[in-house]
């Protein structure tokens, strides 16, 4: 027997990010692509990583670098998480800060430590497909997370009662999301929280984009939100998972979480088992890069993306023929585009890459059921004003064709 | 309710590791311990990785250096991985390859592919406690390994079917295991791979040691003589998984597996879903040392651990009792001592600590059952010969006392 038919059943539901697979194969010269979702590597502090690479490695402070640490996480990145998580009303003691490997194993962890085979995850509806794929292999059923408060908590109660299980938590990300650009207001982040208290559930706020604002005023996070409510972070059932991938560098694999401290042990607990910890130096270099340049080097890459954005926008109000709606982000990375509801975005891609060259991802795998076809998510973050101007120009004009 | 009681039944298994709660409480000032079991950080190749990091931050790879990368590794350090993995008979491609963070993390990946709950997983009596933490939260029954085929295949088949499953893998460290310091003759490991093939399992094979041995013939590694024996690594059930963080530094968190590719690739999916990829810089760092140092560098560690296993070998000729036996390790970082049997590992700690300030890890929590507390763990990797006369002594003086 091949060791194939010995893996346990979870793996049924691994499957290759369509993304990933397709960007490999849409990262190719001469092709405009708006698939990415990377972080612009022009844009990454090179020169501050230089220094505070080769400071984590002086004679003082190499043995460190070098050396097994913690699960937890490196004490003085921790704190200045704390400070940072202070100036958006978190206050916070470094215990309820972990360090993870980005914040794709935040919700890895958070996956393993919730989920039971049948559990319900509410998510968007469309989601980050990398969440449904790190929560895929715990068996979870996927509900549907409104903002708005048209569904019931006894409604989701007893779904997920009908599905063999209960709702573990909520995940949303509030800022900017990972498909669509758009921003959760806080109306619609209290209900989300009024959700989870009623189905005594967590939330899973992913914060992932949240420093890339560019115009409009901050809303409260979730978290922010249920800490003035509850005067204790204790007493909170929201979870944070933060991340320095859009803000540094995605390589260096640095992300945190920030929670109760009972769930923070528990995923103390997990990473010992899983990893040990992140990797020393990554985290003593991003400490060093923070701590000196962190709100002037945002701001620069907040510039230069909303340039982007703004360029895009223009573009897709020019080209964009009747019948199609896109979102209009106040930060992020995206923007999210509807078809009419005959198209099919997967299709339109195959039209689009043969006779114009121009590359996006479908919508449909955002869709914990894949339910919808008729969207796509166009990424503005890795190009230029020219290569926005002119590919939304020719994306304008395959989508006119293909009506 | 409290978010705790929402966890899912799988945690209840995840205990702090007692190695590492231990050493925060042991390696204070003032206390000889051999019970770290970590690389000395005098030995760390600094001054070439400070070299190397520079090198990947330098303006012509500075882009890559901090990107998102690919999930199964660093091509170039699959690469070179793969020329050591033919030095030890065990010729490999590429996608043969999956680069881990760490070691611990291939652990975690197999008891996720593999063990459904209630599964049973073959493992040494004692075997690496880190094993058994990564194992833990996938829910499986332990079953022990011997390496003298004293057990029939048909025996465990039916032990782990009345156990409610299967028995999934056969996991050991064959070379100067952690903890006994021991290593499995080739008579033992073609006896695991029958074993294996019997019960049409897989045997995960832990390499974190192999490269530090210092006196005696290599014994090939069991993936080498399964390979030998079937010429084609797509037939191995074999499961082998490497590690820098003895050899070069553990702080990067960099190790690998080496397996058939269908394993690969659900690795793979699995790691794209769990973390994306480990950190790209450090691969990069590491690659670039492990090309100009590896060799020469593993032998300046093996010459001053050699130095300090000699030292404490004869420390313990010289200074333990009568009824007390201890394994002659012929590289790794340990040496395994077993008190008489009505003495126990743990109380021992105790009294050591108070009269003789000197550490150790008490055996019992490398037991998956707990059952044998007459034992304890010896590093010698980190302290230096006058540390290891002196501090034998005094844990002579104190079993003495005990006895």
Redesign the interface.
């Known amino acids: ?4 038919q ?6 049924e539901r ?4 369509e993304i ?1 697979e397709l960007l490999k194969l849409l990262d190719q010269p001469g092709i405009t692509s708006f698939a990415g979702g ?2 612009d ?2 844009l ?1 502090p ?1 020169d501050a ?2 220094d505070a ?2 400071q984590a ?1 002086s ?1 003082k402070t ?8 913690v ?1 937890e996480g490196y004490l003085p990145l921790r704190k200045w998480i704390a400070g940072q998580m202070a100036k958006i009303d978190v206050p916070c003691d470094p215990e309820n800060i972990l360090i ?3 914040s ?2 935040a919700l ?1 962890y958070l996956g ?5 085979p049948q ?1 319900t995850a509410l998510v968007g509806w469309p989601t980050y497909m ?1 969440a449904l ?2 929560f ?3 068996e979870p059923v996927y509900g549907q997370l409104s903002v708005n408060g048209n569904r019931s908590a006894e409604d989701h109660a007893a779904q997920a009662k009908a599905d063999g299980g ?1 709702v ?1 938590f909520a995940y949303l990300s509030a800022d900017f999301a990972n498909p669509t650009g758009e921003t959760v207001d806080q109306r619609g982040r209290e209900s989300v929280l009024e959700l989870a208290e009623a189905l ?3 939330v899973i706020e992913d914060a992932a984009y949240q420093a890339l604002r560019y115009d409009g005023d901050p809303v409260p996070s979730i978290l922010a939100l249920e800490l003035a409510r509850k005067g204790d972070l204790e007493a909170c ?1 929201t979870i944070y998972c933060g991340s320095f ?1 859009k803000t540094l ?5 640095v992300g945190w979480v920030v929670a ?1 401290k ?2 923070i042990s ?1 995923l103390v ?2 990473k ?11 985290q003593m270099a991003i400490c060093t890069v923070a701590e000196s340049i962190f709100d002037s080097h945002v701001q620069t890459v907040r510039n230069v993306y909303s340039e982007r954005r703004d360029c895009m926008l223009a573009a897709l109000e020019m080209h964009m023929p009747e019948g199609v709606s896109w979102t209009k982000p106040q930060g992020g990375m995206f923007v999210w585009l509807t078809l009419p509801a005959h198209m099919d975005g997967a299709e339109l891609l195959d039209v689009a890459l043969d006779t114009e060259k121009v590359a996006f991802v479908p919508g449909k795998a955002f869709f914990a059921d894949g339910s919808v076809a008729n969207s796509l998510r166009l990424s503005f973050s890795c190009a230029s004003p020219e290569m926005i101007q002119d590919g939304i120009r020719r994306l304008g004009r395959v989508i006119r064709a293909t009506m």
């Open positions: 027997m091949a060791l194939q010995m893996f346990a059943g979870r793996t691994m499957k290759a990010s990933r990377i972080p590597p022009d990454f090179a990583f230089t690479f080769a490695l004679p190499q043995s460190v670098a070098l050396q097994y640490s699960s993870t490997s980005g794709q194993q890895d393993k430590l919730f989920l039971s559990d990398g794929g790190a895929n292999p715990y209960r573990k005594d559930c967590a059932r991938s560098s995605p390589g260096l694999r109760a009972p769930v528990q607990l997990m010992q088992a899983a990893d040990l910890h992140s990797a020393t130096i990554n």
